[in-house]
């Protein structure tokens, strides 16, 4: 393990309820018997229905498209922590991001701790300002400071998605897909 992130072999977690997988062209084809509802809607709803169109457009969406080309474009698994709060818990998932063959990606989530959460904090933190986050949509890299990394790397050194920090995506192009193209 590298920080939150992992890069691995194949998952045997091939029964577990919270997953699902997409294929080459993004659509959800396989949900895990956990979903009732995924990414706000009936699980029947989902099937068929792209990545894109269950998570909407916006800064998580951005991060997973990131991701998604990450994981494709190395043939990688990427295992990583992420916040999954409302107004009465505090949960710390992990999410496991793997290739399943043919441009499929098959990802797996599962709970490391639940506690109460605390109301104020969790307003305190969704009022925060948010941190700006630049990403090259043709790689996938987010700039931190000066240096564009990978995409798993950069969310592991800002904490975005396991400290439930607010932010806010602006599509760029680094200097390797603008010098050299991707």
Known sequence: MRGLFQESGPSSANSDPFSY?????????????????????????ALHHT???LLGEGNIADLYRALVTHVRR?????????RCD???FKRTMIM????????????????LSVEPQNVAEYFYRLNQSPMNVDFCEQCGTIKVGKEWLATDRALEVLGLFADDISFKTWPMTCPSCRHHGH
């Open 21 to 45: 997988e997409i294929c080459g062209l993004d659509r959800v084809t396989k949900l895990g018997a956990g979903w009732q509802t995924i990414y706000g809607r009936p699980r029947g709803g």
């Open 51 to 53: 990545l894109w169109e």
């Open 74 to 82: 190395n043939s990688v698994r990427i295992e990583f922590q992420f």
């Open 86 to 88: 409302d107004l009465e």
């Open 96 to 111: 496991i991001m793997e290739p399943v063959g043919d441009n499929a990606i098959r990802f797996s989530s599962r709970p």
